[in-house]
């Protein structure tokens, strides 16, 4: 595991501890795992492991599937942000990149 990666990031929380903190039932985290709305990572003997920032996604799919949104548009909306995201990365190092090249700075190698 990387040392950079904040507390709220780190995979040690196990499914029944997910489903106490959630309310959800371990079937319906594993079936919003299948829908691929959760990515938890597994242990060498296979458990599952969710981060504190996975139970928060797992509130709010619950509470937008109690206001009637399907899953398959929780999805969408998943992969959208996750595109605004990866845009507003790639165009802060364009701008980067534009800002050195104006002021000669060198990338170290």
């Known amino acids: 595991m990387e040392q950079d990666t904040s507390y709220k990031e780190r995979k040690v929380i196990t499914i029944g501890v997910v489903s106490e903190l959630t309310g959800l039932s371990e079937r319906q985290i594993r079936y919003y795992e ?3 709305l959760i990515f938890p990572e597994r242990s060498h003997r296979g458990n599952r492991k969710y981060s504190f920032a996975d139970v928060e996604q797992l509130i709010d799919i619950a509470n937008k599937r109690e206001e ?16 605004k995201e990866e845009d507003k990365k790639i165009r802060k190092e364009l701008m980067r990149g534009q800002i050195n090249a104006r002021f000669g700075v060198q990338k170290d190698s």
């Open 34 to 36: 299948e829908r691929k």
């Open 68 to 83: 009637g949104v399907q899953t398959f548009e929780i999805r969408q909306e998943m992969l959208k942000e996750k595109r």
